[in-house]
């Protein structure tokens, strides 16, 4: 193969990966712009360096073995840096969906969320092989393209049931609250309620006492009255007026 027709594939192929991680990163950033911020630069570099191939191709003469050195370094670095951004965008990823569904599980109850969303229990196992090949690629560096390769190969999935998740996240905290809503009715009811009885008993502990003196004053009437006479106790004119009101 030519040393042009060999430039021209690998641009080829390095613009289709470009694309596809574009791709990704548009997808990855209405999700959380950003987990996408390294990734980005990553494309930044990478575009630098294929900027500066075309210089070599302008001139009429064929490229010196120094300068088609430049060109195989140039694409081999561009070919690392979209490496890198794919690496970015599965280790941000990753991280981020590890908290909220750790979050979401600790708040509600896996059981909760997955009354929203049935398919939650394959979402953590996904997540779960993605984290054991990312520590594989830790492990062993020659493992480390094909770690990330399954991984990226499993974003669209990843991405399908992140949304899925919102939403049953979403349902289970509107859920949470309307319980939290009905516990705190039942608790204010019964603070109104003990408030209430509270008041009633002293009320009729007033009209106990109230009742008990009454009582108390009559007794104490009746025995002066019989012992010393209604007019003694009262005057005539008073004697006369009860007499009169016993006899009614």
């Known amino acids: 193969m030519k040393f042009n027709e060999y430039v021209h594939k ?6 289709h990966r470009w694309r596809n991680i574009e791709r990704q990163v548009k997808k990855v950033e209405r999700i959380q712009q950003s987990v996408v911020i390294a990734a980005i630069n990553e494309l930044r570099y990478a575009g630098r360096q294929l900027f500066e191939i075309p210089v070599y191709f302008v001139q009429d003469e064929p490229q010196t073995p120094a300068q088609r050195s430049i060109i195989r370094r ?9 490496r890198n951004a794919e690496h970015d965008i599965v280790d941000a990823l990753m991280g981020y969906f590890g908290e909220i569904t750790f ?3 600790d708040t509600f109850g896996k059981a909760k969320i997955i009354e929203h969303f049935d398919e939650y229990p394959a979402f953590l196992r996904l997540l779960s092989q993605c984290g054991e090949k990312i520590e594989e690629s ?3 560096a020659g493992k480390r393209d094909e770690s990330y390769g399954y991984i990226y190969d499993n974003l669209d999935t990843l991405i399908s049931y992140y949304h899925k998740f919102i939403d049953a996240e979403v349902n289970a905290r509107l859920a949470y609250e309307h319980l939290e809503y009905e516990r705190d009715k039942v608790r204010y009811d019964l603070e109104i309620a003990d408030k209430r009885k509270g008041f009633l008993e002293k009320v009729n502990i007033g009209l106990a006492i109230y009742g008990a003196a009454l009582t108390t004053a009559s007794l104490v009437l009746a025995f002066l009255f019989w012992k010393f006479g209604y007019s003694s106790v009262c005057g005539d004119a008073t004697a006369v007026w009860l007499l009169k009101l016993c006899s009614i």
């Open 10 to 15: 690998e641009i080829l192929h390095l613009i």
């Open 74 to 82: 140039r694409l081999c670095v561009a070919d690392q840096y979209l």
């Open 103 to 105: 979050a979401a599980t």
């Open 138 to 140: 830790r492990q062993d």
